[in-house]
């Protein structure tokens, strides 16, 4: 399936080789310029759910600090979940290694966040709503000036509550990656959002979420998009290339086809 996409989400041209997939090969993967990941001092990472493969290749790759942050994952979620794949273990549903790591995933998540000194998690929701926290809170407590910055930012349609706050540190930022929700309502804010870093960060990167389409030829409601600031990566030509790339992006759902871009 083809969907023409406005010009303004065309990415800027980087070769492929400077380019690595990070994270999942379905839902919670992004592929990322390599050199923003090693130039990076802090990730922040905004929404995690149960899935931080990003943040773990992120740390293989860079030295930089992880500080993570997501409200859907208390210790009753943990729980919960448990209890459900424990029933599923007992009436012999659970066999494959990735469904028996699940039901003990809580363990890899205190070894990753609580007991590595340099990462850290916060039951906290990102935004602009009561009893959240914003890129304002976060740049004030934890982030210096000269500090080298990546954001990955996947929140469930609250990114839009905090595009001009990211405008406003756009200068320490070495790299975002950002899912965009309720994409058809929103392309003016993202057009505006992607002007408004221009000077800073390019976009280097897009990818549909196949998961938001529901119907032959809709236009997906959730976007992944790239942006770097590293204009030595970039080419200065027209960039042709087809998207998905090839070995890098894959659907994020594998029972549905990946979404063929064109511009």
Known sequence: MKIRFPNFLKPHYVSKD???RVGSLDDGGYVVPLLN?????????????????????FSKI?????LAYDDSIDLK???NRFKKDLLKFLKLKIFKPRKLYKMFQFVDFV???KKNKKNQFFLKKVGNEKNSINIDEINLNE???NHKVFLKIDIEGSEYEILDQIVSIKKKIQGIVIEFHEVTSNLEK?????KAIEDELKLVHIHANNYSVKKQGQFPEALELTISSSNQLIKKIENS????????DFPNSKRSPDIKIIF
């Open 62 to 66: 860079s030295n930089a600090k992880i």
């Open 190 to 194: 993202i057009q505006k959002f992607l």
């Open 77 to 79: 979620y943990w729980i």
């Open 111 to 113: 070894l990753f966040f």
């Open 143 to 145: 982030i210096k000036d």
């Open 18 to 20: 400077e380019l690595v």
């Open 241 to 248: 290339r087809e998207y998905p790339i090839n070995g890098l």
């Open 37 to 57: 990941i090693k130039d990076s001092e802090i990730l922040i990472s905004m929404g995690i759910s149960d899935n931080w493969d990003f943040e773990k290749d």
